[in-house]
């Protein structure tokens, strides 16, 4: 088992920064590629980007690319969310989420372990 929790959300201005960060606790996060998803009230859950297991490799939403990056330290069992010029449109909860494989993936379905999610507020 992967326990995942999010922390770091928070109400923001619209040009502004947050950092999310991922805690993993049980198994080991460090053959397990990992990623970040946001779902805004009323709307489907959506993919915000992806990082694999050694964090060579990344993947980002068009949305967010160019003003979110994601990272990891595996040594310390955590993924971070860098979030800059953020936009009303980004309010949502964010999770973050665990595969039981090495590859980034962009489909919920693919992820196996899941956090609670953090509450990231916008603005305008």
């Known amino acids: 088992q992967v326990q995942l929790v999010e922390s770091g959300g928070g109400l923001v201005q619209t040009g502004g920064s947050l950092r999310l960060s991922c805690a993993a606790s049980?198994?080991?996060?460090?053959?397990?590629?990992m990623g970040w998803f946001r779902q805004a009230p009323g709307k489907e859950r959506e993919f915000v980007a992806a990082?694999?297991?050694?964090?060579?490799?990344?993947r980002y939403a068009d949305s967010v690319k160019g003003r979110f990056a994601i990272s990891r330290d595996n040594a310390k069992n955590t993924v971070f969310l860098q979030m800059n010029s953020l936009k009303p449109e980004d309010t949502a909860v964010y999770s973050c989420a665990a595969r039981s494989d090495l590859d980034v993936a962009v489909s919920p379905s693919h992820y196996r372990f899941w956090g609670q999610g953090t509450q990231v507020t916008v603005s305008s």
């Open positions: 990082i694999n297991w050694s964090g060579g490799t990344t």
């Open positions: 049980g198994r080991s996060i460090s053959s397990r590629a």
